[in-house]
């Protein structure tokens, strides 16, 4: 069992609002990724970051920041929300040696109005 | 980049054996995956194999590796009800530096 907690899991939430979704891992994962996915399709990594003050972007453009201040938390922000920002956001981990297997947590879904 | 494809859709029959395919197209793969994704929630893995193997079996789920082929299956035997969901195959190369997704399959299960 992962241990991988974000929070909130539902946040529905007005235009141009500024919003902070929480992820956090209590494996020591070096590793941690940010995807967004919209309800059944891909998944789109917007963030990952390989440890301590390490943050890049992914493959799919983003409005988000990311910071990696402590190992265990890897909160992800938006500094003005928008409706085209609707989606479920993702976060996982994973070690840096072996099988680097994801760990995801449950998902934040992220409606704006 | 390097690409993973899936079929989109797969229906079965309760107690039949469901069969998810997945290609992949980087050569240099170490590791590949096998997610569920039940509605509202986050990705669950089921099983992984290393490239060196080519057939791992976990009680119902059975994944065959065709590493010269870059085809990667998922097979759950007297599949339930409760394996309906979004399966996402996933290969990582270069020690974790590279991980990619595939679309995800969505399996639906008849009575």
């Known amino acids: 069992e992962a241990d991988i907690y974000q929070t909130p899991r539902y946040l529905v939430i007005g235009t141009g609002k500024k919003i902070t979704l929480e992820c956090s891992q209590t494996?020591?994962?070096?590793?941690m990724y940010w995807y967004q996915q919209d309800p059944g399709m891909e998944l789109h990594l917007i963030h990952y970051?390989?440890?301590?003050?390490?943050?890049e972007k992914g493959d799919l453009s983003s409005e988000s920041t990311v910071s990696r201040i402590r190992t265990e938390h890897f909160p992800l922000t938006l500094e003005s929300a928008r409706p085209s920002h609707t989606s479920q956001y993702l976060c996982a981990s994973s070690e840096s040696v072996g099988a680097d297997t994801q760990y995801f947590g449950p998902g934040t879904r992220l409606t704006v109005l | 980049g390097e690409d993973v494809e899936q079929s989109l859709f797969l229906s079965v029959r309760e107690g039949d054996s469901s069969v998810i395919n997945c290609t992949y197209t980087d050569s240099s793969s170490t590791y590949l995956y096998w997610y569920k994704q039940e509605p509202g929630a986050g990705l669950q893995l089921l099983t992984y194999?290393?490239?060196?193997?080519d057939m791992k079996q976990d009680q119902r789920l059975t994944v065959l590796l065709n590493k010269k082929d870059k085809h990667l299956s998922l097979r759950i035997a007297d599949t339930q009800t409760g394996d309906s969901a979004i399966y996402f195959c996933a290969e990582s190369a270069n020690y974790g530096q590279n991980f990619v997704f595939g679309p995800g399959t969505r399996l639906s299960v008849l009575p």
């Open positions: 970051s390989y440890g301590v003050n390490s943050t």
């Open positions: 494996m020591g994962h070096d590793k």
């Open positions: 194999i290393f490239s060196n193997m």
